[in-house]
Antibody, heavy 121, light 103 residues
Framework: EVQLVESGGALVQPGGSLRLSCAAS????????MSWVRQAPGKGLEWVAD????????FYADSVEGRFTISRDNSKNTLYLQMSNLRAEDTAVYFC??????????????WGQGTLVTGSS | IQMTQSPSSLSASLGDRVTITCRAS??????LNWYQQKPGKAPKLLIF???SLQSGVPSRFSGSGSGTYFTLTISSLQPEDFAAYFC????????FGQGTKVE
């Protein structure tokens, strides 16, 4: 059974830093690209960042470029999101999601339960 | 690529046929996925590639469309289907529709 379990969410002051983790199990983690997606309270879903299976490529939403860093440790089956210079508008539940590709079409076939990050003074 | 869903919410009864629409701001071929999300839970994949049903998803869910216009249909609404639904495009950088709440 595929499981993705996020951790690390907390209340952080604006300008602060935080590292989120996502522990993966039930699939060959090192073979799949992964994503972070967030959801502000009562709002829709917003893609944050992607990382390739071998960690040789990363991509970021404009809203977090230069402040967030996605990484992974395939030996530990764990995905990370290092967040710095946090703003109030970064307040959201952060989900990690596994990517799947079929006939060239990408989608997220499994998601974690999310971890809440609150940026507030 | 902007994704526009309609309606933002709808009221329906058990057994109703429900259709949700998603429009893309440019052609995205069939790079369109649908997710269901219940309060406090993670999104769940329903449909990928516009019309392919994810394994384990009931057959009352179906998707159609290509290019810029897509629909998600629930043929006969069940109690467990009251939830929010999001479309997502993967033609360019991932973007989501704003969601449709089925009440």
């Amino acid at each position: 059974e595929v499981q993705l379990v996020e951790s690390g969410g907390a209340l952080v002051q604006p300008g602060g830093s935080l590292r989120l983790s996502c522990a993966a199990s039930g699939f060959s983690f090192s073979n799949y690209a992964m994503s972070w997606v967030r959801q502000a309270p009562g709002k829709g879903l917003e893609w944050v960042a992607d990382i390739s299976a071998k960690a040789d490529s990363t991509f970021y939403a404009d809203s977090v470029e230069g402040r967030f860093t996605i990484s992974r440790d395939n030996s530990k089956n764990t995905l990370y999101l290092q967040m710095s210079n946090l703003r109030a508008e970064d307040t959201a539940v952060y989900f990690c999601a596994k990517q799947q590709r079929l006939d060239g079409i990408l989608y997220h076939d499994y998601w974690g339960q999310g971890t809440l990050v609150t940026g507030s003074s | 690529i902007q994704m526009t869903q309609s309606p933002s919410s709808l009221s329906a009864s058990l057994g109703d046929r429900v259709t949700i629409t998603c429009r893309a701001s440019q052609n995205i071929d069939n790079y369109l996925n649908w997710y269901q999300q219940k309060p406090g839970k993670a999104p769940k994949l329903l449909i990928f590639a516009a019309s392919s049903l994810q394994s384990g998803v009931p057959s009352r869910f179906s998707g159609s469309g290509s290019g810029t216009y897509f629909t998600l249909t629930i043929s006969s609404l069940q109690p467990e289907d009251f939830a929010a639904y999001f479309c997502q495009q993967s033609y360019g950088t991932w973007t989501f529709g704003q969601g449709t709440k089925v009440e």
